[in-house]
């Protein structure tokens, strides 16, 4: 089953523009929310995470929005720029017990000049 | 900071073949994840150790997959009797943890599986 829900599956953005993916888990268990973003033909590498005691977690031009209650979460990326086309994963992890990052289907950003 | 290793970078294989794949972690990184990634998907978890010793298999997991972790430095993941559907992209990951969970994965570039 997937334990965590991603979308869309694809999105265009000129450059400059926000660029918006949403995320939806299950498991209240889960605390710990981590973006992953990968290039072709390489890993993923960490982005920026966020803890649901928070509510909004700023990292430069990338932001993450969590709503504990819908059990949603969202990634903004403001001023979206061609190098960050890519694909996007989050994922969800119990983090206060050492247990596996679990991942989303992805998201493919293509952010147009 | 020599980042997570993986070989080979690609492989291919026929169907029935025996396939082994490498993953060396960073040095001081106690966690070692291997996953599977398709394309156009997310990587799915396939197991995971602390150390040497293997914490979790995934249920999906057929009994045609073992990895190891001998001690508690580089792991090898041996697919047997290989199918077309284990073609995909073996991805390893490793990770330093301490205290509370939710650490970083340092994720390698992955090995490329293809079987005819």
């Known amino acids: 089953q997937q334990q965590v829900k991603q979308s869309p599956q694809s999105l265009i953005v000129q450059k400059g523009g926000i660029s918006i993916i949403n995320c939806a888990y299950e498991?209240?268990?889960?605390?710990?929310f981590p973006w992953y973003q990968q290039f072709p033909g390489k890993g993923p590498a960490l982005l920026i995470a966020?803890?649901?005691?928070?509510s909004e977690k700023k990292e430069g031009r990338f932001t993450i929005s969590f709503n504990k209650s819908a059990k949603q979460f969202s990634l903004h990326i403001m001023d979206s720029q061609p190098g960050d086309s890519a694909t996007y994963f989050c994922?969800?992890?119990?983090?206060?017990?050492?247990?596996?990052?679990?991942f989303g289907p992805g998201t493919s950003l293509s952010v147009i000049p | 900071d020599t980042g997570v290793s993986q070989d080979p970078r690609h492989k291919i294989t026929k169907r029935g073949q025996n396939v082994t794949f490498r993953c060396d972690p960073i040095?001081?990184?106690?966690?070692l994840y291997w996953y599977r990634q398709t394309l156009g998907q997310g990587p799915e978890f396939l197991t995971y150790?602390?150390?040497?010793?293997?914490?979790?298999k995934s249920r999906l997991l057929s009994d045609r997959f073992s990895a190891e972790r001998p001690k508690g430095s580089f792991s090898t993941l041996e697919i047997q009797r290989t199918e077309q559907g284990d073609s995909a992209m073996y991805l390893c990951?490793?990770?330093?943890?301490?205290?509370?969970?939710?650490?970083?994965?340092?994720f390698g570039s992955g090995t490329q599986l293809s079987v005819l």
């Open positions: 966020i803890r649901p005691d928070v």
């Open positions: 990951a490793s990770s330093l943890a301490v205290g509370r969970g939710g650490e970083k994965l340092f």
């Open positions: 040095s001081e990184h106690n966690r």
């Open positions: 150790f602390q150390n040497e010793a293997q914490l979790e």
């Open positions: 498991n209240t268990a889960f605390d710990y």
């Open positions: 994922a969800a992890s119990k983090g206060t017990s050492y247990d596996k990052v679990i």
